[in-house]
């Protein structure tokens, strides 16, 4: 965030859910018109949202919450609540039947971006997919390669996950293989120690003409 203001603000958001100007004022140890001043950014940068609280009959006032974008800048916590799930899962049932659950995130991430692909070619959905695997966290590009594509990703939102839970890695390669309609192999991966991630799909129909 850059600022120590607009840090303490978000933080106390965080623990307190919903707080006027004045309070963020107290915790922040500034004036309110400063706080007016960071809120003004934070909410052209959609990490908080303002509602209006009407009391008795005085002037209505606001309060501010986090948005989910906001909550994203501490995902501590949810590392950790989803480590504790994965492992109290795999105490109650099979490695199959995990693989499968991480497989079905994957087909319902492919179903909720499907309207976005239909009716494009390969050549099409291929960069309309690195958009996607970037509003997923994933940093990716692409390349051809003869009748071969090449996708990287430089960085995986689950990897801090993935250190305990590696069947996670199901999600984005199962992900990928629906939205082309191909089959993907990960050749390299994070968890390996690689630097990246890298994913190769085979184009049956596709030889050596390459996008120019």
């Not at 004022?25 to 001043?37: D, F, K, M, N, T």
């Not at 504790?84 to 497989?103: A, G, N, Q, W, Y």
């Not at 309609?181 to 991630?197: K, V």
């Amino acid at each position: 965030m850059g600022s120590p203001t607009r840090e303490v603000i978000l933080r106390r958001l965080k623990e307190q859910a919903k707080c006027s100007v004045n309070d963020l004022a107290e915790a922040a140890e500034v004036s309110p018109v400063s706080v007016r001043h960071h809120i003004t950014a934070l909410l052209a940068q959609d990490l908080v949202v303002s509602e209006e609280v009407k009391h008795g009959v005085g002037r209505p006032y606001h309060v501010f919450s986090l948005t989910e974008k906001a909550f994203d800048l501490y995902p501590g916590q949810y590392f950790k609540l989803t480590n504790r799930l994965l492992d109290e899962i795999k105490d109650h049932v099979s490695e199959d039947l995990v693989t499968e659950l991480f497989t079905g995130v994957a087909n319902a991430m492919a179903v909720q971006y499907a309207s976005q692909l239909e009716g494009l070619s390969l050549e099409e959905r291929l960069p309309r997919l690195m958009v996607m695997l970037s509003e997923e966290g994933f940093d990716a590009d692409y390349e051809w390669r003869g009748d071969e594509v090449i996708i990287r990703e430089l960085g995986c939102p689950y990897l801090q996950i993935g250190r305990k839970h590696p069947e996670v890695c199901a999600v984005d390669t199962g992900f990928i293989a629906t939205a082309l309609d191909l089959p993907a192999e990960r050749i390299n991966c994070l968890l390996d120690g690689d630097t990246h991630c890298t994913f190769s799909l085979k184009v049956p129909s596709r030889k050596e003409e390459l996008p120019a």
